[in-house]
DNA sequence: CGTCATGTTGAATATCATCAACCACGGTGG
DNA sequence: CCACCGTGGTTGATGATATTCAACATGACG
């Protein structure tokens, strides 16, 4: 199952990727030089849900790329309660906030059991070999997940809280479409209080939130499954003009 | 004046930087290899307050490294309403989320008048050359953008007003004891507005704020200089364990 | 069948945004 | 020199909105 094509991307090998594997998870698979056939080869990773990918305060020694899964990257305060800050999915990169220090930042933990790709930081930092490339690909990767953070920023700060919850929606919907999934129905891989500590909010307000989207009938919500009904009725309030993604 | 020392680090020309000059900047000069002496020149820009660096959706052609001055960040939505995501200064690197796309996907305004180290697109998706060093200065300066942005989604997200302000404050006493500056005395270089659309509050609640800290004698405020008197009570609130920076 | 995690909904309270008045400062022009 | 105006900043009163505390519902799992 884990080796069959995902989105038409075949994967040579179940427990390895090229360089162009990486490349294609990540949906950069343009910018690769057509040569190079004697690629490194990165090995796989799978975690199951709820374990951690990596700790806070490990030695860091390797960043992820997504292929498949969800997950929440969290970050604990003095206090003990945790804030999340991103729920990487298909095509993410992860631990490059790590990058210049020499230890994990933060808290990853898989939401639905996950398969990623492990590029090592020696392989990426080493001067030589095919690393050009790889260098290329994750500072685009890179710019990307800058690029997707700060949509984010945006969100939490966002007044309304109807508003976040439904533009939350939409960037899901959009990356569900930008994938090939569908983008009307789709199952929510975390909990309210999950959602509401992405979004600056209770887990109560996410839930009345919600709700209330679905009295409006934009949405219809069952728990985690979500239908969208009136997509354009999402997008609408405080839209930000560049691409999620 | 502009070609003195800047915190030690002698420049060579004021109107070109070399790569170890960029290096020295960005405070990641360790990470060079000793040799190198024939390195890319990298051109000067400067940019006179209140004028813009780059403007949302011109072609990207440059990244941008602070040697000197306050600049901000900005986002402008369909409403024509602008939100601010981060004042970069001295050691910033600028226009990285940029790179993902073909434009600059936002404005930057210089609040002081700044002095940059251009670094051409073309310089640093090249392979061969002096590239190796240059994509490694860039991957962990780009890094650490990550890294402080993340502390400011917090930020933004912390729900009192007060912390988010004491916290903000914080964050700008380290990053100038870490320049060398004083971190006890300094100048705010924007306005309440500013401030407000930063931290996703009112400039009201932000003045509030800071007579609220400054009443509790944890802080004093003259318009724009803040004297800060009680460092320990600015950090308490909702501290997160990773350092800015 | 009971227990636990998750989710919904209600009522009371705290907090921030809004609207508004006012002050200080810097520049411009009479 | 001073009146005028615009920008930036402070402070107050009011109302909207989210949090908090709480009760209850539902499904998963042993």
């Given amino acids: 199952m884990v080796s069959k094509p995902i989105l038409g991307h075949p994967v040579s090998d179940p427990d390895g990727s090229t360089l162009r594997d990486v490349a294609e998870i990540l ?32 030695a860091i020694d390797a960043l992820y790329v997504v292929r498949l ?14 804030r999340i800050f991103a729920f990487p999915m298909q095509g993410d990169l992860l631990g490059f906030a790590s990058l210049c220090h020499d ?4 808290d990853t933990i898989a939401l639905t059991d996950c398969d990623l790709v492990r590029i090592p ?47 939350f929606l939409a960037m899901l919907a959009k990356r569900y479409t930008d994938l090939g999934y569908s983008s009307r129905n789709f199952i929510l891989p975390m909990t309210r209080r999950d959602l509401g500590s992405y979004l600056g909010l209770t887990l109560e307000t996410v839930s009345r939130s ?21 997509p354009d009725m999402l997008k609408l309030p405080t839209e930000f003009p560049f691409s999620i993604n």
Same sequence: chains 1, 2.
Avoid: M, W
């Fill in 103 to 106: 230890h994990y930042v933060n």
């Fill in 210 to 230: 919600l709700s209330a989207l679905a009295g409006a009938g934009i949405i219809s919500v069952d728990r985690r499954e979500i239908r969208i009904l009136q």
């Fill in 27 to 58: 949906r950069l698979d343009h910018l690769l030089d057509a040569s190079d056939p004697l690629n490194p080869r990165f090995t796989r990773r799978r975690v199951k849900a709820g374990d951690y990918l990596y700790r806070f305060g490990e």
């Fill in 121 to 167: 930081i020696k392989e990426l930092l080493l001067t030589g070999y095919a690393s050009a490339q790889l260098d290329r690909l994750v500072c685009l990767a890179a710019s990307r997940v800058v690029s997707v953070e700060r949509g984010c920023v945006g969100l939490a700060i966002t007044v309304r809280s109807e508003a976040r919850v439904a533009r």
């Fill in 69 to 82: 899964g969800f997950l929440k990257t969290v970050l604990h305060n003095s206090q003990g309660d945790e």
